[in-house]
């Protein structure tokens, strides 16, 4: 059975840090990309920042320079690193798994973990 579990979300100030971690189970992380997407009230679910296998990072516009997404492949583990947050990064924010065997798709999701930022 596949598990992500995400933690590390809280309520912060404008300017403040935070840490938020996904660890997976049921899967090997080495063989998949990783990414951290976020869902604020009334609005579509977008990628904020994504890892493939190989290392390689990619972000949204708006957290670039603010947030970095890493990966520990050892303890299963992905995080996300945001400094400087702002009040519209206040939303859930997700983990994913995906990979491609062939014609296969997997397609994993974690539960998600609320960030709000608000003085």
């Known amino acids: 059975q596949v598990q992500l579990v995400e933690s590390g979300g809280g309520l912060v100030q404008p300017g403040e840090s935070l840490r938020l971690s996904c660890a997976a189970s049921?899967?090997?992380?080495?063989?998949?990309?990783m990414g951290w997407y976020r869902q604020a009230p009334g609005k579509q679910r977008e990628l904020v920042a994504d890892?493939?296998?190989?290392?390689?990072?990619n972000y949204e516009d708006s957290v670039t320079g603010r947030f970095t997404i890493s990966r520990d492949n050892a303890k299963s583990t992905v995080y996300l690193q945001m400094n400087s947050l702002k009040p519209e990064d206040t939303a859930v924010y997700y983990c994913?798994?995906?990979?491609?065997?062939?014609?296969?798709?997997?397609?994993?999701w974690g539960q998600g973990t609320q960030v709000t930022v608000s003085s």
């Open positions: 049921g899967i090997i992380l080495d063989i998949y990309d």
């Open positions: 890892i493939t296998k190989g290392g390689n990072t």
């Open positions: 994913n798994a995906r990979r491609r065997a062939g014609t296969l798709k997997y397609d994993y």
